[in-house]
């Protein structure tokens, strides 16, 4: 069965340190990875995905193929970014299937 | 800007009540789809639909069913309501056309938080 893993319900980490939010996927084809987040009293939205290799807000992610892990990395976080992140991979026609979700706490 | 709007925030209703949550997009999106929200399970897909009148079970159908009239709502339906179905439901809509930018990106609207006593 296709699965998305993140294996931390909560990180939390001082404001500037580093962030890394795991995430693992099952191997099938050739899926399309994205994070999604949903700060307080937002909706969920995109954050980024893999073909568009770019950075927002700082954050970046790198799909290994090898380890099939898409994880999220931010050198410095800021208390801004206190959100709960989801992964996502494509299953199917338009479908995605998300991970269990990640809540990053950054204290001040 | 794309907008998915839901049609309400906050439902309290008891059980064995039938429950409609109703979706709109005002972007002419073809697929559309539900999910509960809940903690420790993140998102599960209920049902999909890509297009009017049709539908697609995902995960965890059991007890619920929807309704694709018109391109731009798709409805949720609890038949009968029951505790275990208090949760936070999602609509979300995505384009099917690989053409679009957006290809394969899903848009949520805000959320309706369901509780069933």
């Known amino acids: 069965a296709q699965r998305v893993t993140q294996p931390e319900k909560l990180l939390s980490v001082f404001k500037g340190a580093p962030v890394e939010l795991k995430c693992n996927y099952s191997y099938s084809g050739s899926p399309e990875l994205f994070w999604y987040v949903q700060y307080s009293r937002q909706r969920l939205q995109l954050l980024l995905r893999?073909?568009s290799r770019e950075s927002i807000k700082g954050f970046t992610a790198d799909l290994n193929k090898g380890e099939t892990s898409f994880h999220l990395k931010k050198p410095f976080a800021q208390e801004e970014d206190s959100a709960m992140y989801y992964c996502a991979r494509t299953r199917g026609t338009g479908k995605l299937i998300f991970g269990q979700g990640t809540t990053l706490q950054v204290k001040p | 800007d794309v907008k998915v709007t839901q049609s309400s925030r906050y439902l309290v209703k008891r059980t064995g009540e039938k429950v409609f949550l109703e979706c709109v997009q005002d972007?002419?999106?073809?697929?559309m789809f539900w999910y509960r929200q809940d903690p420790g399970l993140g998102l599960r897909l209920i049902y999909f639909?890509?297009?009017?009148?049709?539908?697609e079970k995902g995960d965890i159908p059991e007890g619920y069913s929807v309704s694709r009239e018109k391109k731009e709502r798709f409805s949720l339906i609890l038949e009968s309501a029951s505790t275990n179905q208090t949760s936070m439901y999602l609509c979300a809509s995505s384009p099917h056309s690989r053409s679009r930018s957006s290809y394969n990106e899903q848009f949520f609207g805000p959320g309706t938080r369901l509780t069933v006593l």
């Open positions: 972007m002419d999106h073809e697929n």
């Open positions: 893999h073909i």
């Open positions: 639909s890509y297009d009017v009148k049709m539908k």
